[in-house]
């Protein structure tokens, strides 16, 4: 009898000691998540490194294919924190150390919550799980220690007791602040950048992160006039002025660009300020382009004895960026209603029976409508004439670096030296140059890069993405 007593004293304790953990995990308050636009559950999942049956578990979730956006999830396996989540698109200048300040959160937790195993990893582009902050608790940048100056030096000028600007950024010691390090500030009157610069307020870069074959714009505010230089993923970048002290470059991504980190670099100059220059890696990820049908045509229009030396024309005709800007208004539809797409832009090619090598640089309209070609944007004509594989050419100077460009056309009805306006009929599609049919290929490019023409039909460049005043 003692025996059967002690044996079910001993199931009963194991099965208790099964589910304590459950029961223990079960009652601590777990971190919630905000549901993002294009998030799933075995996205989020991915994102915190779980399972995503623990997820649908903790959250109870009947059918975990409906999520809606804004949807708050318990997020199970997260120790040492019991807030909101959300996630932010790391920019040009983020730190770990940086962003550990400017979001009142351990570099530890945010190294937990984004597996982080080197600080290399916070790059440009890259997407951060961080707390949501309130308005009312979320720091500002504030003006570094200039060099030369001291740390008290610094206190005095932002009006500061210099314990509180210690303890606001998580600092042991006025040693540990260097100067031009960033710095953030809970008063309201203090007011700095934070990429730790005097002269350089803030740099975005938008669309983030970059994507194959997109068109990128990147601004820069300044505290005055300044002089700034570039280059984004080996290409030299040109900087216009868009209002006082504020500068934009618009750049394109090249359609085969490598997907994984490549380099950004920025450099502003003025009188009488500290020069700033920031170098990060950036994030290029791949649009996954589909492959059209194999094509076969004319042998000689793949023969590089043709094509490497039209290629070289076309380049010297993109290659200038004009100072002055044409357009005002979203670019237009280059042909009539009703419009038709043969072949849309990146799309993978094969020629001939070659391996899917070549890439679709432009859109493809077919004859849908009528022949009538009309100019997207107003600009000037910097080439008319025929070439190998592209036909019957226009090619249309935009002003900052950008162009279009007409091919394969019957005939152009516009001289190198005209300015056209939108709308303006500028030729007739035909079927000249490396073609299967008739058509217009429509290419943009964007610093000498060609880029999707479509985004420029929904987008206005650079207005739609600078940074808000």
């Not at 905000?34 to 399972?51: C, E, H």
């Not at 008739?438 to 943009?444: I, K, Y």
Request: proline share 7%; hydrophobic share 40%; aromatic share 8%.
């Amino acid at each position: 009898m003692i025996k059967r007593l002690i044996a079910l004293f001993l199931a009963v304790f194991q099965i208790l000691s099964f589910f304590t953990p459950a029961l223990a995990q079960s009652s601590v308050d777990l971190p919630i998540y905000i549901v993002q636009p294009g998030d799933s559950i075995n996205l989020i999942a991915v994102r915190f490194g779980i399972f995503a049956e623990d997820l649908i578990a903790a959250n109870d979730l009947v059918d975990p294919n409906v999520l809606n956006v804004g949807t708050a999830l318990r997020i199970p396996g997260l120790e040492g924190f019991s807030g909101t989540l959300t996630t932010d698109v790391a920019g040009l200048g983020a730190t770990l150390t940086g962003l550990s300040r400017q979001y009142q959160f351990s570099r530890e937790l945010i190294v937990d919550l984004n597996r982080i195993t080197s600080p290399a990893e916070i790059y440009v582009g890259s997407t951060l799980v961080l707390p949501l902050l309130e308005e009312t608790t979320a720091l500002q940048p504030a003006a570094p220690i200039h060099a030369g100056d001291s740390f008290l030096e610094t206190a005095v000028k932002q009006n500061q007791n210099p314990w509180v600007i210690l303890e606001t950024n998580a600092a042991l010691g006025s040693a540990a602040l260097l100067p031009l390090e960033r710095l953030v500030s809970a008063a309201a009157s203090v007011t700095g950048s934070i990429l730790g610069s005097e002269l350089v307020q803030s740099v975005d870069i938008n669309p983030l992160p970059l994507r194959q074959g997109k068109t990128e714009v990147i601004t820069v505010k300044t505290t005055g006039p300044a002089s700034l230089s570039g280059e984004l993923n080996g290409k030299p970048l040109n900087f216009f002025k868009v209002a006082d002290n504020e500068y934009a470059a618009i750049q394109g991504v090249h359609s085969l660009a490598q997907p994984g980190l490549t380099g950004i670099k920025i450099q502003v100059e003025a009188p009488a300020a500290d020069p700033f220059t920031i170098e990060q890696s950036i994030l290029v990820e791949s649009e996954y382009y589909p492959q059209d049908p194999p094509l076969y045509v004319d042998s000689e229009t793949l023969d590089e004895a043709f094509t490497q030396p039209e290629d070289e024309i076309v380049r010297e005709a993109t290659t200038p960026a004009t100072p002055e800007r044409y357009w005002t208004e979203i670019f237009k539809r280059p042909v009539d209603e009703p419009w038709c797409i043969k072949s849309g832009y990146g799309n993978r090619r094969s020629y001939n029976g070659s391996p899917f090598t070549y890439f679709h640089s432009g859109v493809d309209y077919g004859v849908c409508a009528n022949l009538n070609i009309y100019a997207p944007a107003p600009g000037r004509v910097v080439f008319s004439g025929e070439l190998t594989v592209r036909g019957i050419a226009t090619i249309i100077d935009h002003g900052w670096g950008i162009y279009s460009g007409m091919y394969h056309q019957s005939k152009t009805l516009v001289k190198v030296g005209d300015f056209v306006e939108t709308g303006q009929l500028i030729g007739e599609i035909g079927a000249t140059g490396r073609v299967t049919g008739p058509h217009l290929h429509w290419e943009v490019f964007a610093n000498g890069i060609q880029v999707e023409p479509l985004d420029w039909l929904d987008h206005l460049y650079p207005e739609d993405f600078l940074l808000a005043p």
